[in-house]
């Protein structure tokens, strides 16, 4: 399970630094964005889009975890159409030349961004100490399967607006708000037993001006249970929530009768606002409708578990009257909704609530 989590975090970084590639260039990124369509759109927004670079990231991984292939798991086809309308399966090769060839078909015969691309793939980052050595959790890969956002928020990775992160404070919008999610569940159950997040736009070097990253991670398995962030000490007075801008106006209201005006925030992206959670920056997210995703909550799913919070579908969690969290309300990961098509199929239809700990998860979700 460590060797497992150390490659996790190594392939997150590599993703991360193809984030930061497509980024480098103005003329570059415009070729990367590609309006989705069909059963593949998300019905949340007006327009719902798919970059290169999340295709890419999505291939990376499953390139790296060959012993899982069939139930690696992402949100992107890999199927891109280029300027002279010719649809390219993108997959990464055995070498660095050959990816680099097959993005130039992509890329409308640009070489120079081809191989610059295939190079970030291609290239090992710096070991990750994750002090992950003491981890003996006896799952083996057959076991698992991986469910990849290579970027989440990808409206915020596109607009690419640069907010400066401060310390303690939640931010609702910018490039930080875009992450690379990888989470592990069990096949037989469903449940999230590892999560690993990047966070690519975390700061700025000081000396260098490039950008420069940040990784979470954490493992629930049973009664191991260890994350790369502590529990906040202490708790704040009244409840704390994060929502979507976009939030059903009586959700908002009902949850204005429990938090204070400052303690009502407003975040981009799925997986920021349940790190914003992991990291104690709220206490519980909640979202009433299912525009979220498998993709978008197993990752942090995980790393909350192994904290002592969780994710609840909302829905049933109403339903039950009681407000208890159990096996019946929280999210698993290994069945599709057979009577949906496309992304629906992943959809976390009942709406979720993520919490830290019970005593915040059990006013937001019986409110």
Known sequence: MADLLRLLLRVAEKAANVARVCRQEAPLFQLLVQEKTGDDKNKKFVQDFKTLADVVIQEMIRHDFPEMAGFIHG?????????????????????????????????????????????????????????????????????????????????QYIEGREEVLEEGHLSPSGLHCALVLIGVYRRSTGEPVMGVINQPFHHKDPSGGGWRGKHF????????????????????????????????????????????????????????????????????????????????????????????????????????????QDQQTELTYHQPYTECKGADRWANHGGLVAYRDLTSYQPAATN
């Open 217 to 324: 991670w954490g493992v629930s398995c049973g009664d191991v249970n260890v994350c790369s962030l502590s529990r906040p000490k202490g708790g704040s007075e009244g409840l704390s929530a994060v929502l979507s801008s976009s939030e059903k106006q009586v959700v908002k209201e009902s949850l204005a009768s429990l938090c204070s005006p400052e303690k009502l925030m407003y975040a981009s992206g799925a997986g920021y606002k349940i790190l914003c959670v992991i990291q104690g920056l709220a206490d519980v997210y909640v979202l009433s409708e299912g525009s979220t995703f498998k993709w978008d909550s197993c990752a942090p799913h995980a790393l909350l578990r192994a904290l002592g919070g969780g994710v609840v579908d909302l829905t049933k969690s109403l339903q039950s009257g009681s407000g208890a």
């Open 75 to 155: 949100e992107e086809s890999n199927k891109f159409e280029n300027g002279l309308g010719e649809s390219v399966t993108v997959t990464v090769c055995s070498t660095e030349e050959e990816t680099a060839a097959l993005l130039a078909t992509v890329l409308d015969g640009d070489h120079t961004a081809a191989s610059l691309l295939a190079r970030a793939i291609h290239q090992n980052p710096a070991t990750i100490d994750a002090s992950t050595d003491s981890l003996t959790v006896p799952l083996s890969p057959s076991e698992l399967g991986i469910w990849i956002d290579p970027i989440d928020a990808t409206s």
